[in-house]
């Protein structure tokens, strides 16, 4: 026997390490089930495009505003200026900001939808992500359709724009109360991770909040937390799970039932609307209630469950 095993060589890109069960999965396999990984069902990050196909009918997505591109107004530099490292996140991910939004069909209903990518500078939130959520959600209000904003955004509000990028949590926390305030409805899809500015803001602002399992979900990042407060976090703090046992969430779906949960939601609940309006806005007492109220989301969430 050979002192030293000869170490195996695989072909370059055609086979991933699962960082759930550590297995190795042969791509092809992965792209199938939407990158999930079939033995642990680990959800690994996709980018903003994949999201948008496995999200909507083909060919029905119309982007807009595509060509919006971040300003760089405090001329900042970290360890490379703003203006070069936008470039290249530009160059690396085919795209002009962090944010795709448009119209798209999902299972033939029409949607404004809005896709942070956690690619790009980490799918953190500046000006341009600020300002094409606020118009997704302007938009849905004028065209009277659902907004669904699916968010990968590990950076937060993004520094190297400073203060602007921290009023965009005003802005658009301003723009979705507008939107709930006229009757319309807004479902989030937390992904992995969706932290800081975003998770402060209009990712935790639906009236349905829906997380991929195993998902990374706070403010800041759970190292940070036990470094300030100097005590260890309990187990699974800041998972998806986590936060759907303490109520912040309202369901964790698969990755290959997003796009039909989300139809039956607007089904259940945009369909029917006007009606609901009629007895939803005011209970028996005459107080106003908000839509969807509380005990109807949880009605909601328990035809699930059942199904
Ligand atoms: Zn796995």
Redesign the pocket.
């Known amino acids: 026997m050979s002192l030293f095993r000869k170490k195996k060589v695989m072909p370059n890109g055609l086979w991933i390490s699962?960082?759930?069960?550590?297995?190795v999965?042969y791509k092809k396999i992965l792209e199938k089930k939407s990158n999930v990984?079939?033995?642990?069902?680990?959800h690994f990050r996709i980018n903003g495009k994949e999201r948008l196909n496995l999200m909507l009918d083909d060919n029905t997505f119309q982007e807009y505003w595509a060509s919006m591109s971040s300003a760089d107004p405090l001329n900042f530099t970290d360890r490379i200026p703003y203006k070069e490292r936008i470039s290249s996140e530009q160059k690396k991910c085919g795209m002009l900001s962090a944010c795709i939004a448009g119209k798209g069909g999902i299972n033939g209903k029409e949607v404004i939808i809005c896709v942070t990518d956690p690619v790009f500078v980490m799918g953190s939130m500046g000006s341009v992500v600020g300002e094409k959520v606020t118009r997704s959600v302007e938009t849905a209000m004028k065209m009277d359709l659902p907004l669904v904003i699916v968010t990968g955004s590990g950076g937060g509000a993004r520094m190297q724009e400073g203060s602007i990028s921290l009023m965009q949590m005003a802005k658009t926390s301003a723009a979705i109360a507008r939107f709930q305030e006229a009757g319309g409805l807004y479902i989030v899809i937390l992904t992995d991770p969706t932290l800081g500015g975003v998770m402060a803001s209009f990712a935790s602002q639906a009236d349905i909040i829906i997380a991929e399992p195993g998902a990374l979900i706070g403010f800041a990042g759970p190292r940070v937390i036990e470094q300030t407060i100097k005590k260890s976090l309990p187990p699974g703090f800041q998972t998806a799970e986590f936060l759907l046992e303490h109520g912040f969430v309202d369901m964790i779906v698969d990755r290959n039932d997003l796009k039909s949960t989300v139809h039956k939601l607007m089904t259940m609940l945009c369909d029917d609307r006007k009606e609901a309006d009629k007895l939803e806005h005011k209970d028996n007492k005459g107080v106003e209630t908000v839509y969807p109220s509380s005990s109807m989301k949880k009605e909601l969430v328990a035809s699930f469950d059942q199904n």
Do not use: A, F, T, V
């Open positions: 699962c960082k759930g069960c550590k297995g999965i990984c079939p033995e642990c069902d680990y």
